[in-house]
Structure formats: C-alpha cells, structure tokens
C-alpha cells in the first residue's frame, strides 16, 4: 500500500490506521475526540453534536456511530440510539454487539409503545446479531423477552435457556425463564432452573433473591411448607430491608405453620407495618396491611 494512501491517528484513545485518509476523516476522527472528551465530562448534548459532525464529515467509519450512539443511549433517547446503531450495522454488518445494542434500544421502545409491531421490529437486529454471533448470551435473553411478548412462549423457552447456556454465571437470566415455566405449570423445570441458578450464578444479592422469591412461589403450589419457608428467609436475608413485601409473605407463612411459628410471626409483621403501612406506601400495601393488621390480633390474641 502506497503511504499516499494511509495514515496513523488516535482514535478514542487507541492508535489506528484510516485508509484513504483524506482531510475529512482527519477531521472526523479529531471532531469525535473531542466528543469523548464532553461525554466523559457529561455534556452530552455537545458530544452529540461532535458526533453528529463527525458522522458527516465521515459517513463511513461506524465506530463514530456507535459513539453517537451510545451518547443517545445515556440520554436514554432510544428511538435515536436504535436509528443510529441502524447506520452503524450497515456501515459494518459483520459487528454483533451493534446489533444487539440496536435490538435493545427497540425493546426498550416497544416496552413504552406496547405495539405488537413494535415487537416484531425489535426482533430483527436480535436475529441478525445471533447470526453474527452464536455464542452472544445477551442476543438470546432479549430475542426471548421479544418472543414473549409475541405470544411465542416455546420460542422465549428456548432462547432463555441458550442464554443460560452460554452465560450460565449470569444471575439475571435464571429468574425470567423459571418465572415462564411457573405461569405455564411447569414447576418442576422452574426448580431446576433455580436451582441451578442459585449454584452457579455469579454472587449477585438482587438476582439471587428474585430466585429464591420464586422458589418459594414453586415450594407455594407444590404445598412443601418447610421449603417454602426456607427459600422466604434466604430471600429475605438478601433483600428482605428493600423489599418490604417479603417481611409481609414470611410473616404470613409462619403465622399458618402448624404449629405456627408466633414470635417470629409478630416480629416479621411488624415490621412490614413498620415498613409498608405508613407513608406514601400505604396505598401500594393497603391489602396487605390490613391482612398483616388481622393476622397480628389473632397472634397476639385480645
């Protein structure tokens, strides 16, 4: 390659090589410097800016894109992050994480607009990312969320299952998939999986008390008490102070035991009221409470 024809620059804080290198890809590559800069500072208004210059001056170079990208994604602007990421993926199709940041933007779009269309849009760039890349556990978990949401409940089985496989320390994938299983009465798959998830998943507080929380809802239908209550007090030793509906749901349960557990049973209840039954949370309790109310005068008697 004659030198005429290629030059060395930094790029984002790495060293690389333009091909072509006229004035206006020195020039891009010098405006989204300055971008990352604004954006590191938190202006992000004006690294969009420098971006959006960027872009134009050099249409072609997709890592700008991203950069632009990801700046609309702080801002969480999403149909702007997902028609950005659509140039970006056509400038460079072979890249999977555009896809998948493409996709995500749109889930996030179809969550506000609850469009059936909306869905079906967010399904492609899922697609196309697992096509650019099988082992991206992300891709799976997303396209799943999507075949939910389009009355595809094999489909969402299967790709939350391929997302575990390929990420099985990643504790935020059990819970969803064994939540699908209990609403299709499948409880002895949703065991499983939480079981599984509890072993293997990387020690993650809020991920591992939504296992245990449905492990107790398994443990419910399956009318095994004494599991039950064990997964309750896992669940609430993990999360119970921010959740303050498993104070409410351990309580009860050993209000019910037979015999019941009364001491533990007041001191749990009381501390849901303490909790939940004041306040702007009152409303959100209110059913709860007034059963956390009947359950404590018939525990503490007259």
């Not at 992000?44 to 420098?50: S, T, V």
């Not at 669940?235 to 921010?242: I, M, P, V």
């Not at 909790?275 to 059963?291: F, L, N, V």
């Given at each position: 390659m004659k030198l005429s024809t290629l030059c060395v620059m930094m790029f984002f804080g790495f060293v690389v090589a333009l091909?072509?290198?006229?004035?206006?890809?020195?020039?891009?590559v010098n405006l989204a410097n300055e971008g990352t800069l604004l954006k590191k500072q938190g202006a992000?208004?004006?690294?969009?800016?420098?971006y959006e210059a960027a872009t134009q001056l050099d249409p072609s170079n997709h890592e700008i894109i991203y950069m632009l990208a990801t700046t609309y994604r702080k801002k969480e602007e999403w149909e702007k992050v997902a028609s950005t990421l659509a140039r970006a993926t056509q400038a460079a199709p072979q890249y999977a994480n555009y896809h998948y940041e493409r996709g995500y933007a749109l889930v996030q779009v179809a969550s506000k607009s609850k469009q059936r269309s909306a869905w079906e849009e967010a399904k492609e760039p899922l697609v196309k990312c697992i096509e650019a890349d099988t082992r991206f556990a992300h891709c799976y978990f997303e396209l799943a969320l999507v075949e939910l949401f389009l009355d595809n409940e094999q489909g969402a089985l299967e790709n939350y299952?391929?997302?575990?496989?390929?990420?099985?320390n990643e504790g935020s994938f059990y819970a969803p998939l064994a939540d699908l299983y209990i609403r299709l009465d499948y409880f002895d798959q949703a065991k499983g999986v939480l079981e599984q998830g509890v072993k293997f998943a990387a020690d993650e507080s809020k991920a591992?008390?939504?296992?245990?929380?449905?492990?107790?809802?398994?443990?419910?239908?399956?009318?095994?008490?004494?599991?039950?209550?064990?997964?309750?007090e896992t669940?609430?030793?993990?999360?119970?102070?921010?959740n303050p509906e498993i104070l409410f749901n351990l309580g009860s349960t050993y209000a019910v035991l037979n015999p019941p557990k009364k001491s533990q049973a007041i001191q749990m209840l009381k501390k849901f009221q303490a909790?939940?039954?004041?306040?702007?949370?009152?409303?959100?309790?209110?059913?709860?409470?007034?059963?956390a109310i009947a359950l404590l005068v018939k525990l503490e008697g007259p």
């Open positions: 091909s072509g290198c006229g004035r206006e890809k020195i020039e891009a992000y208004d004006a690294a969009i800016d420098k299952t391929k997302a575990i496989q390929h990420a099985p591992k008390f939504n296992m245990y929380v449905l492990l107790a809802s398994v443990a419910q239908f399956q009318n095994d008490m004494p599991s039950m209550v064990k997964a309750l669940a609430n030793e993990l999360g119970g102070k921010d909790q939940a039954c004041k306040g702007g949370s009152a409303q959100k309790y209110r059913e709860q409470c007034e059963q």
